[in-house]
């Protein structure tokens, strides 16, 4: 109802402006309650990630945890709130519990630090595996903290490590291949004596150690040594022995200069022990192979001498056979000479006198054979008929002459069948049996080639 006095439309504009603001308020209540309702699901929705994480999470307020989440609890080995309340570095591996500290410190404060790097954590129990941080400052309640996420990389730095370990054992590998064929080339150098390639092998031996500023190696062989330039006798020393023909004529070591951690033998590795044993075996064979071409350096440079010597005594042999020769020639002429000079004469005289049938057959050959004695035939002769026997011979001769069966039967006192007999003999002698070869043309022949 309306004071007295009071103007009617001012009343009505009051109870309007309250209408609008009891909606303007309720309708502030309705967003307050959604806001709040979406906060909550929000929030829900965030603790929900946070602890179904494959991450470790925690926040620290200060120095000490306030919050973790089920996966860091779960990758610590710790129960499921025992985190809560521990001091941050802890959960780190002493190696890195100072300098988590330090940059927890800087966040705190506003200075900057890494917001990525890799530690290695602590397990409840003592042990401990590696983790990558993500970590970055926020205020919590008030007051500052950080925010951390941890992630186990156990896995990938282990798969790291054997992967660098193997490309390490591959890379030592190639130097080892690297030295044998290194050892290998110094053998196919033209003119490299026994001694350039053992020196050569000391230079090649140290780079395919695990440790080359720190390796010297030495190689014996009988008197002689020869090494490095640092080379000196330590504790952690192996060597090999080097075999030739099944003995050993020397040793080779190799040795470190300083102490290193141990391995398979002392600080070297079995790859080390497998390829100072190689070194030493091809070292043998080298040795072998230089000796056997030594000597036979020295079995060729003795046969040439050899060669020389037959060669200047050949020399004189003919030169012997030359006076030989002419002292043959020139007895043959003497003989000659003397022939024509003493004997033929008093033949001819004697053809001039009276002599019956069978002394003048006996005269003809006597002058025949004496020109034979003067002429190639005898020799020629007796180089085919060495096998002939004396009575083969001197029918031989008659029949050259021409003298037929019956004369030879009666200048030698035979038979005519005998004769004949001593005919086919020297025909099958001389290769004539069977043969249309007249016997006396062959027996010329043999005077005439």
Known sequence: MEKPGAAPGRSLTTVRDLRQRIARLEALETDRARV???????????????????????VQRGYRISFANRRLHEILGYAEGELVGLDHWRIYHPEFQAITRERARARMSGRPAPPQYEVKLQRK?????????????????????????????????LSEEALGRRTQALGKRIEELKCLYGV????????????????GTLGII???????????????????????????????????????????AGRLEVCYLEER????????LQEERDLINAIGKRLGRIIERHEAEEALRVRESELQVKARQLEE???????????????????????????????????DQLAGSRLDE??????RIIQSNLSDLTSPF????????????????????????GETTKDIAGLLGLSPETVCCHRRNIRLKLGLTNKKVNLRSYLQSLGQN
């Open 378 to 401: 005898a020799s020629h002769l007796n180089s085919k008929v060495l096998n002939l026997t004396p009575a083969e011979l001197r029918i031989s001769d008659l029949i050259r002459n």
């Open 36 to 58: 709040q309702k979406d906060l909550g699901e929000s929030e829900k929705r965030y603790r929900t990630l946070v602890e179904e994480s494959f991450d470790g999470i925690f």
């Open 261 to 268: 951690p141990p391995g398979y033998e002392g600080p070297f």
């Open 125 to 157: 129990d003592g042990s401990w595996l590696y983790g990558e941080v993500n970590a970055r400052a926020i205020s919590f309640d008030g007051e500052p903290g950080v925010q951390v996420w941890i992630r186990d990389i156990t896995e990938r730095k």
């Open 184 to 199: 290998a080339n110094l053998v196919e150098r033209r003119g490299a004596s026994l001694n350039d390639v053992l020196q």
């Open 206 to 248: 140290p780079p395919a150690w695990q440790y080359p500023d720190i390796t010297a190696a030495r190689i014996t062989l009988g008197q002689s040594v020869l090494q490095t330039d640092r080379f000196r006798e330590t504790p952690w020393r192996q060597a090999s022995g080097i075999m030739v023909r099944g003995q050993e």
């Open 358 to 363: 069978e002394q003048r057959i006996l005269l």
């Open 313 to 347: 005594l050949n020399t004189a042999l003919r030169v012997l056979l030359e006076h030989r020769n002419q002292e043959k020639m020139q007895l043959q002429q003497n003989v000659l000479s003397n022939v024509e000079r003493l004997v033929r004469p008093y033949l």
